[in-house]
Structure formats: structure tokens, C-alpha cells
């Protein structure tokens, strides 16, 4: 099994550029999740996904969408890249409330520069 | 609304020396606490949860209700300890769901 893969690992764009990174999972997971990175800040939640075709907003969301059209998939996406959005983005994973012991299994993450 | 508190950005001990990592917590319900570890270009991972009340590699953490507290211990720090380490809550979102939220981690460095 893979776990959860992120691509890309790399990407440096341009203001106002768009993009879109692709979490996958293969251990069946319900819940999907991305978190962003700053030195000082921790891991914060952009959004989040209960179940394939659902999606929610997280505590830093603006600025990026997703979509979970299939379960193994969840895609974050930044339709005009900001400086502010440079950061290391995670993704992850987990089984649904009534089999969660409550880990999150993660990505190795993307790091993202918006020059 | 739920909080985490990691006091210390970063936190220097020398090999051998006792760690205790402090996790304070701001939640209205019956709290899930958790520890996570990131070692240098791994990704984050769980090292322990309360409700397990284990030892992993020789941390351990006590959840003290009383003081909102879920500090992360080991009695003698080994230089592979040497990470990022992040005290994390899981609270009720709404709508069924649950959401992990996480302190702002200490890192810890452990000197030879």
C-alpha cells in the first residue's frame, strides 16, 4: 500500500497562476484533509471531506477550493495564487467516526512557492 | 470552539536529560487528545493518543482534565528524539463530523 501520495511534491508559481494538487489515498478512508504549514503557525485546516462528493470549510479556506469526486481523490485548488499561500500543504486521511481511533494518516506534503 | 496551546517554539535538552513537552487544551466537551511527531524529511506521524494511556518509545503523556493539561514526557531524551512535535485535539465539528486541530508544535533538539 502507498498511503497517501500528494502531487507534486514541488511547484513554484506566479501570482495570480492557478493550480491544482492531488491527494490519493488506497486504504479506504472516508475522511479526506488538507492542512497548510507555516514556520510558527503549526498545521492548519483548509478543508475537509467526510465522504466521497462532500466537502467543508476547514479554519483557513479562503483562497482555495476542492473537490472529492471520488473517494480515493481530494483536490485542493488555488484558481489565483497569492504570496500568502507559499507554504508546505499536507494532505490526509482517516476512517470515519465509528472505526476512527482518531490518526490521521499524511501525505508527504507539497511545498508550494508564489513568487 | 477548540484550542491548542504549545507553549515553546523550541525546547533544548541535552542527551540523557528528562523532556516534558507542555500541551494545554480549550474544549467545551470530553476531550481526545493526541500526539504527533515529524522527524527531519519524514511525514508526521501519530506517536501516541490518551485514551491508549501507552508508551511509545519511551514517551509518555497523562491527560490532567483538572489543568486542561496533555504534557509529553520521557524521562531520558535520546538524540533520535530530535523532531517536530505537535499536541493535537479531536472536537466536534458539526454535522457528525469530527476535525483534528492542532497546537503550533515545539521543536525539540536534543544535543549530543
Known amino acids: 500500500n502507498a498511503g497517501v501520495t500528494q502531487t507534486p511534491k514541488f511547484r513554484v508559481l506566479k501570482t495570480g497562476q492557478s493550480m491544482t494538487l492531488l491527494c490519493a489515498q488506497d486504504?479506504?478512508?472516508?475522511?479526506m484533509y488538507w492542512y497548510r504549514q507555516d514556520p510558527g503557525m503549526g498545521l492548519r485546516l483548509i478543508h475537509y471531506s467526510v465522504g466521497e462528493g462532500t466537502t467543508a470549510k476547514g479554519e483557513v479556506p479562503d483562497g482555495y477550493n476542492v473537490s472529492r469526486l471520488k473517494k480515493q481523490n481530494f483536490l485542493l485548488g488555488l484558481e489565483s495564487a497569492a504570496p500568502s499561500q507559499t507554504s508546505v500543504y499536507f494532505c490526509?486521511?482517516?476512517?470515519?467516526?465509528?472505526?476512527?481511533?482518531?490518526?490521521?494518516?499524511f501525505g508527504e506534503g507539497s511545498r508550494l512557492t508564489v513568487l | 470552539a477548540q484550542r491548542v496551546t504549545q507553549p515553546e517554539k523550541l525546547l533544548s535538552v541535552f542527551k540523557g536529560a528528562p523532556v516534558e513537552l507542555k500541551c494545554n487544551y480549550s474544549y467545551s466537551g470530553s476531550p481526545e487528545l493526541f500526539w504527533y511527531v515529524q522527524y527531519s524529511r519524514q511525514r508526521l506521524q501519530l506517536l501516541l493518543r490518551h485514551i491508549s494511556r501507552e508508551s511509545i518509545k519511551g514517551f509518555t503523556a497523562d491527560l490532567n482534565k483538572g489543568e486542561t493539561s496533555f504534557h509529553l514526557k520521557k524521562p531520558f531524551a535520546q538524540e533520535e528524539d530530535s523532531a517536530m512535535y505537535y499536541c493535537?485535539?479531536?472536537?466536534?465539528?458539526?454535522?457528525?463530523?469530527?476535525?483534528?486541530?492542532f497546537g503550533k508544535g515545539t521543536k525539540l533538539s536534543v544535543i549530543p
Open positions: 493535537a485535539l479531536r472536537g466536534y465539528s458539526g454535522a457528525g463530523s469530527y476535525q483534528l486541530t
Open positions: 490526509a486521511s482517516s476512517y470515519s467516526r465509528r472505526q476512527n481511533t482518531g490518526e490521521l494518516f
Open positions: 486504504m479506504n478512508h472516508e475522511y
